[in-house]
């Protein structure tokens, strides 16, 4: 009865026409429908943009090397900071930041034979932590070139060198080219122009030859098991062979 009565009042209605909204009326209802969707795209590609940003200030930042030094006795700062300086004479500016950094990571190994339990309990402590930082820098592949106090012990312990020549030993059981080099053999390493390096003493400093302090390190080179390449790989590689360009 009520739906009749409503019928019988709108009899006469006629529907209303639809009016062609203006351009400013256009504009401001996309706006209430869509500002929320401008503002969070605004926001993703402000956030995007910084991202990118960092990610790219960041590899300018990072070295273009990373040498690995593994041994019993780590290198005087001086010494390590002139390897690098020197090192990066041979080097490319692979992130584009306008200079050559080389960068040489220590990794300190406990001698065995301490005769003082605290001395042994404290060197057994930091080399189980630079060990757990050199199987980081080996499972990583971040150092295509290392210096070696003991290159057998390393080989024995850590056994990922290949021959100088980049071949894998176990591809050439019978071939005689060695797995490393020493520093004091490369002509490419002898002929860099070295500084002295300084050890702080109690009253002073004491000065030494870095390139007789050098002369007596392996030089090796990590070998590749798959065909996955990068451009810190590819840069290590032409690294390696500047280094010991010379060498038969």
Known sequence: MAGEYVRWLARNEKPREKRELTPEEKRRNWWDYHKWHVVIAIVCAVLLADVIYDAVQNRRNQPDYVVAYVGQTALPDSLARIAEEGLAQLGEDINGNGEVRVELRQFIIAEEDQTSVAIALEDTQRGYASSLLLQGNIETVESMVFLLEDPELFASAYPILSRVDGTLPEDTPDSQVPLYHYWGDCPALTGLELPN???????????????????????????LWDDGTNDSILAGIALWERMTEGME
């Not at 390096?197 to 090796?220: C, K, M, N, R």
């Open 197 to 223: 390096f300084e050890v702080p003493v109690i009253h002073g400093t004491l000065e030494g030859d870095s390139q007789l302090a050098l002369s007596g390190l392996a030089v090796a080179r990590r070998g």
